[in-house]
């Protein structure tokens, strides 16, 4: 296993547009999280599946915001009529239940609103 | 105010040097205490963690848990240039992390 893998790396894209990431979390984990870090700040929190169930989502999750895991596997990040507000680094995690203090990360994908 | 507060740096020292990073935070129900480094254009890796007062040494490394004065710190010793890096504290009272908004550090040769 290679760890958590995200495609794609870099997104630009013209505002009002929408844009879906995808997350390929290290297999045997069953929570997957994503985090948004913009330049100079740690990463925020967003949401969190246990399988295929959303367990949690932050407040930053607007309404634009949707996060799926169909089949607890693999995971996506719809952003419809993206802002520039919206330009960040979207990181996902993954990690076993029992040992959640233990994320591993993935390399995100650096998203740019023009 | 900041749940966690770090120190954003930027810290310049020279090769060998010992290394301070701190975070201080407010939310009492902060059960875990995570280090994780962040190259450029890298996700965070984690470092240690520990969930109780005092210290946790791994190899250059020491985490240091002060929960009375909300208090964390990491230490790395004999310091090296591969050490330059964003440190990011991050803490927990359950599933989710909540970083400071890290500390970048340079080690000169």
């Known amino acids: 296993d290679t760890g958590v893998s995200q495609d794609p790396r870099h997104k630009i894209t013209k505002r009002g547009q929408n844009v879906t990431f995808r997350c390929d979390p290290i297999?045997?984990?069953?929570?997957l999280y994503w985090y948004r870090q913009t330049l100079g700040q740690g990463p925020e929190f967003l949401t969190y599946?246990?399988?295929?169930?959303?367990?949690?989502k932050s407040r930053l999750l607007s309404d634009r915001f949707s996060a799926e895991r169909p089949k607890g596997s693999f995971s996506t990040l719809e952003i419809q009529r993206t802002e520039q507000g919206d330009s960040a680094m979207y990181l996902c995690?993954?990690?076993?239940?029992?040992?959640?203090?233990?994320?591993?990360f993935g390399q995100g994908t650096r998203l740019t609103v023009v | 105010q900041k749940e966690v507060e770090q120190d954003p740096g930027p810290l310049s020292v020279p090769e060998g040097a010992i290394v301070s990073l701190n975070c201080t935070y407010s939310?009492?129900?902060?059960?875990?205490f995570m280090w994780y480094r962040q190259y450029s254009r890298k996700g965070p890796e984690l470092l240690m963690y520990?969930?109780?007062?005092g210290n946790k040494e791994d190899g250059r490394f020491t985490a240091q848990v002060d929960k009375s004065s909300k208090y964390i710190s990491l230490f790395i010793r004999d310091s090296q240039p591969s050490d330059s890096a964003t440190y990011l504290c991050?803490?927990?009272?359950?599933?989710?992390?909540?970083f400071g908004e890290g500390t970048q550090l340079t080690v000169n040769p």
């Open positions: 520990t969930y109780s007062s």
């Open positions: 599946f246990q399988n295929e169930a959303q367990l949690e």
């Open positions: 939310n009492s129900a902060f059960q875990y």
């Open positions: 991050a803490m927990s009272s359950g599933s989710r992390l909540t």
């Open positions: 297999s045997e984990h069953n929570r």
């Open positions: 995690a993954s990690s076993f239940a029992g040992g959640w203090v233990e994320a591993f």
